[in-house]
């Protein structure tokens, strides 16, 4: 499947609602300033394994979210929208944003297309009772934990084992200990 390789960092779920009508691709929201200690640790993954695309609203607050991150992660591409394309009603954000005007502001930020490839599918997580049972969301947020990519639903985990390149040995040995 043809993608983005970066995950994109956006403030929040509307913001990742306006980049999946726009394109297939990995999002993280911060979900604003004070960005959790398990979401930066997701951020470190995607930018150690993929890179990641800083793109915030814009507006005051988006711009310190963006140096706050811009700090930790200086060679983090990032991408912008003005605040014409951006707002709507009075409201700035990306959830506001054209899937056209999105596109081109992660084109102008050097975005790099590629292939993901699917390692994993969903007979891998019914294999470990990950899903479809008893006790398995409670599993995923252990191997989520043990892998460092955090919780997801069935679906949501899934992707994140192939977007973050996990390895099926990495995989099967965290799995086995649940």
Not at 52 to 66: C, K, L, N, Q
Request: proline share 2%.
């Amino acid at each position: 499947m043809e993608s983005i390789k970066e995950v994109i960092v956006v403030e929040g779920r509307d913001d990742q609602a306006a980049i999946k009508r726009a394109l297939d691709t990995e999002t993280i929201a911060t979900h604003g300033y004070g960005i959790k200690k398990s979401t930066w640790e997701l951020i470190e993954k995607a930018y150690l394994t993929r890179g990641i695309i800083i793109f915030t609203d814009p507006d005051f607050a988006g711009e310190e979210i963006r140096k706050k991150i811009k700090a930790k992660f200086p060679n983090a591409k990032e991408a912008f929208l003005s605040r014409a394309d951006a707002t709507k009603d009075g409201d700035i954000g990306i959830e506001n944003a054209r899937p056209e005007s999105i596109i081109e502001a992660l084109e102008k930020a050097q975005c790099t297309m590629g292939q993901v490839l699917i390692e994993f599918d969903m007979s891998d997580l019914i294999r470990y009772g990950l899903v479809g049972g008893s006790g398995s969301s409670e599993k995923r947020a252990k191997l989520g934990k043990a892998l460092g990519i955090g919780y997801g639903n069935g679906a949501a985990f899934l992707n994140k084992l192939n977007q973050y390149g996990i390895s099926r040995e990495q995989f099967e040995e965290k799995a086995q200990r649940l």
